[in-house]
């Protein structure tokens, strides 16, 4: 399967610890994309990448989220002292820029449950 | 700043009726994407809008984006059970950023 893959796909955490996940895009595509999903609601921008360079932040996150993507391929998204607030649907998306023609394929997304 | 507002939030129809999902915007977009998600699933790509006015059918769905890009529909015919899931519309702003409604969620029944 040549689609995006996230790992892991549930994390269970206690309030101010650490967590990281991983996005592996499809491969042949540069531009990758960051969302969080909460319940009832749409997918939230959170960062987006261009091979290795983060070209745009969303203001609503904070700093104590932080998200790499090194060699242009996967990316991880890092949240330091994780809140209850942060709970929620980590979905990476990649696309292949093409003009206005962008089409974004999402992983199957990340669930964080923070206690 | 910019927002995509989405309505209804909820929709439920006896399959065979038709359905509606309507988008707006707050500012010009560039495009507009629809997106559905099945429960317990991620969102899959349906169709981009790019041009003013601009209609495109797939089968049952046909989508529409506003003469002024800054509104978008997505209709369904015949509605069937295998539609039920939410729906999103995403429009393009600034910088590659996509802006997602809140969904519509569909419920079909038999």
């Known amino acids: 399967d040549t689609g995006v893959s996230q790992d892991p796909r549930h994390k269970i955490t206690k309030r101010g610890q650490n967590v990281t996940f991983r996005c592996d895009p499809i491969?042949?595509?540069?531009?990758l994309y960051w969302y969080r999903q909460t319940l009832g609601q749409g997918p939230e921008f959170l960062t987006y990448f261009q091979n290795e360079a983060q070209l745009e932040k969303s203001r609503l996150l904070s700093d104590r989220f932080s998200a790499e993507r090194p060699k242009g391929s996967f990316s991880t998204l890092e949240i330091q002292r994780t809140e209850q607030g942060d709970s929620a649907m980590y979905l990476c998306?990649?696309?292949?820029?093409?003009?206005?023609?962008?089409?974004?394929?999402f992983g199957p997304g990340t669930r964080l449950l923070v206690l | 700043g910019q927002q995509v507002m989405q309505i209804p939030q909820y929709q439920h129809v006896q399959e065979g009726e038709d359905f509606t999902t309507y988008c707006n915007s707050s500012?010009?977009?560039?495009?507009i994407q629809w997106y559905k998600q099945r429960p317990g699933g991620h969102p899959v790509f349906l169709i981009q809008l790019v041009k003013s006015g601009e209609v495109k059918k797939q089968k049952r769905l046909t989508f529409q984006f506003g003469e002024a890009k800054k509104n978008s529909s997505l209709h369904i015919t015949a509605t069937q059970t295998t539609d039920v899931g939410t729906y999103f519309c995403a429009g393009r702003g600034n910088f590659n950023k996509f802006y997602f409604g809140s969904g519509t969620k569909l419920n079909v029944k038999p």
């Open positions: 491969s042949e595509h540069n531009r």
């Open positions: 998306a990649s696309s292949s820029p093409g003009s206005l023609k962008e089409t974004q394929y």
């Open positions: 500012t010009t977009l560039s495009n």
